[in-house]
């Protein structure tokens, strides 16, 4: 990041935007104060393009924008009817592809998965549900891993790591037999403002630091009142 | 010109969102006033006993007789409403859905903490009792739903909101506050 920022410019359905080569598309657009929604995304991770929740069109092909570098004179489509109703798809899929009882959750309000699914609009998913066979790891002194709602993102897998920067969660396995793994040892040592971390980072209630659940009484949960990705539309206004 | 006909009932569900419906307050006197009700929990009417506009469910399937009523529902309403997070995705009730109906019953009427290991093991097995099915089912996997309210249970308020859009033949139109999963 030392070398000097060359500025470049771009389009965002038509919006003219302003951006620094080596950004991606994401990054640049939120910027700008557009919002592209993603999930598997965590600022200051390295990008995952694992959701593709994010996916957008730049001269009629498709690419995740958590991945993609923007360049000079990129025209991006972002809101446009049939990317929105494609990105709605993979929300409902990964809706049934688990198990997410939204009523019996403790991230329930400050879920991202849920929170998109409400911008959305999604009050049925279009496909069958799955109802898949998965675990709960609750064994561990601090963190519980409950396998029913993991959508794989690997935000965990990427993100959290000890001070000696080992790290904590790892993936077993491919595709649709992924599984997330935990080393409860190395979980049961985090210090609680790691520990804290984890949860918050998992943008649905896979990771839960444990007894801690139901503390922000609904209402005043994150996406109670305003859709996710408003702080993004409104920064710019 | 008659009062459009309402009916409603509760499936595998818990009659929270039947509830949440008399949650409406005084909003219940209009109700009343332009709609009639025939078969529900509410008028405690059993039977059909004419062509109804709206059917509300609550509830998903989970044995023979959820199911029967829910295609005797389909049969007599022009609309039919999957009511709440039951009905829409099995709720919690479909929990179960990935053990084996063997393994939830002997659970429940040999190993629970409650049976006395002394009794004999009974499990109920009458005819005369519905059977329970393989997994808990959403209304719409069964018979065709023609709108969805969700909600754990859905605010009185998307209720109101989903009645009198109906009602007034207006597309139903729901802010971000009302749509809520739980």
Request: proline fraction near 7%; aromatic fraction near 6%; glycine fraction near 6%.
């Amino acid at each position: 990041m030392s070398k000097p920022k060359t500025p470049i410019h771009f389009t965002v359905d038509g919006k003219k935007c302003q951006a620094f080569l080596g950004q991606t598309i994401l990054q640049a657009a939120k910027d700008n104060g557009v919002y592209i929604p993603a999930l598997c995304r965590w600022e200051g991770f390295e990008p995952a393009g694992a959701c593709r929740v994010c996916t957008v069109r730049v001269a009629g092909r498709t690419m995740a924008a958590c991945t993609q570098p923007v360049t000079e004179g990129m025209a991006v489509e972002n809101n446009v009817p049939d990317l929105q109703d494609m990105r709605k798809s993979l929300i409902e899929m990964l809706f049934v592809e688990g198990n997410h009882m939204c009523p019996t959750c403790e991230k329930s309000g400050n879920c991202e998965l849920q929170a998109l699914a409400y911008r959305f609009q999604m009050l049925v998913p279009r496909f069958p549900f799955q109802f898949p066979a998965r675990k709960v790891e609750a064994a561990g002194k601090k963190i519980l891993l409950e396998h029913n709602r993991c959508i794989k993102c690997l935000r965990c897998v990427r993100g959290v790591r000890t001070r000696d920067n080992k790290a904590v969660f790892g993936a077993l396995r491919r595709s649709r037999d992924k599984e997330i793994t935990v080393d409860q040892a190395l979980a049961a040592a985090l210090p609680e403002k790691q520990a804290r971390q984890a949860m918050d980072r998992c943008p649905v209630g896979s990771i839960l630091r444990k007894e801690v659940g139901f503390v922000v009484p609904i209402g005043k949960r994150k996406y109670d009142k305003e859709p996710i990705g408003s702080d993004v539309e409104k920064a710019k206004d | 010109m008659s009062k459009p006909v309402i009916a409603t009932a509760s499936l595998a569900g818990c009659f929270g969102c039947h509830m949440s419906f008399l949650d409406i307050d005084e909003r219940i006197l209009a109700l009343v006033d332009l709609v009639e009700f025939n078969k529900s929990p509410i008028n405690d009417i059993k039977t059909f006993t004419k062509p109804v506009d709206i059917g509300i469910i609550e509830g998903g399937c989970c044995n023979s007789e959820n199911v029967e009523v829910l295609r005797e529902f389909r049969k007599h309403c022009k609309v039919l409403i999957s009511l709440g997070e039951c009905a829409i995705m099995g709720g919690l009730p479909a929990m179960r859905n990935a053990i084996p109906v063997r393994e939830c019953l002997e659970e429940a009427y040999f190993h629970s903490p409650t049976i006395d290991p002394a009794d004999p093991k009974i499990m109920p097995g009458d005819e005369d009792l519905p059977i329970i099915l393989d997994k808990v089912y959403p209304l719409h996997e069964i018979v065709k739903i023609d709108a969805y309210l969700p909600g754990c249970p859905p605010s009185a308020d998307l209720i109101w909101k989903a009645l009198t859009s109906l009602l007034e033949g207006k597309p139903l139109d729901l802010s971000y506050n009302l749509i809520k999963f739980d």
